[in-house]
């Protein structure tokens, strides 16, 4: 799996929209990008995942560069449950490899 | 999406006994399950990956004979903690991918909620 670079924390304000980068400049052309977000004690949350065009579920939006080399989660209106580590994995769609996890973004939704 | 079960959710045992880790798919089949160790503010690391029907694969440096992997069933997986020493304190969590559906599961893996064990 490429290696992806996320900003250790961000913060974000109750209600504003929460903009997570992720640089995945040695994607294969075969390979997704997923994104999951762990709250404290809990596990792994699946949130999104796209190959190039940009997509939008019930909880986030993902946004992926032309030349696919980073993407942006977009959490639209942040709340204080969205306070979690957020993670950014890029993999093939087929196989049965499992999920390496980095660093990951502390997110912080402040009231 | 899919559920994955796992208990017990926290456990607490004296050092030198053995405990085991239950993870269900309780609505898929998974022929396939992973296991992951998290070390208080520090990233999931792989330990395992649990095969139905055949021996479990283990990363480097996780001790087979400590952690006992079994998958019986197309929807279940245990870890076993053997002779649970002091460092062995941490959050465990399983995984498991809907391997019946293929290309359409979009390799998407589901989450257990984590088994935290303290080793006294």
């Known amino acids: 799996d490429a290696k992806t670079t996320q900003p250790t924390s961000m913060d974000c304000a109750e209600g504003r929209a929460a903009n997570l980068p992720c640089n995945h400049s040695t994607i294969s052309g075969n390979e997704y990008v997923y994104w999951y977000r762990q709250i404290h004690s809990q596990g792994p949350q699946y949130i999104i995942h796209g190959l190039k065009n940009n997509e939008t579920n019930e909880m986030a939006s993902l946004i992926i560069t032309e030349d696919r080399k980073s993407s942006t989660l977009i959490l639209p209106h942040a709340t204080l449950r969205d306070t979690a580590v957020y993670y950014c994995?890029?993999?093939?769609?087929?196989?049965?490899?499992?999920?390496?996890f980095g660093k990951g973004t502390r997110l912080s939704v402040i009231a | 999406g899919a559920v994955v079960s796992q208990h017990p959710s926290r456990v607490i045992c004296k050092s030198g006994t053995s405990v085991k880790i239950e993870c269900r798919s309780l609505d898929f089949q998974a022929t396939t399950m992973f296991w992951y160790r998290q070390f208080p503010k520090k990233s999931l690391m792989l330990m395992a990956t649990?095969?139905?029907?055949?021996?479990?694969?283990?990363e480097q440096g996780v001790e087979k004979d400590k952690f006992l992997i079994n998958h019986a069933s197309l929807t279940l997986s245990t870890l076993t903690v053997t002779s649970a020493h002091p460092e062995d304190s941490s959050f465990y969590i399983c995984s498991a991918r809907d391997t019946a559906k293929g290309w359409a599961a979009k390799n998407i893996q589901y989450f257990g909620a984590g088994t935290r064990l303290s080793v006294l």
């Open positions: 649990s095969n139905e029907g055949s021996k479990a694969t283990y």
């Open positions: 994995i890029v993999r093939a769609l087929s196989g049965n490899t499992p999920l390496v």
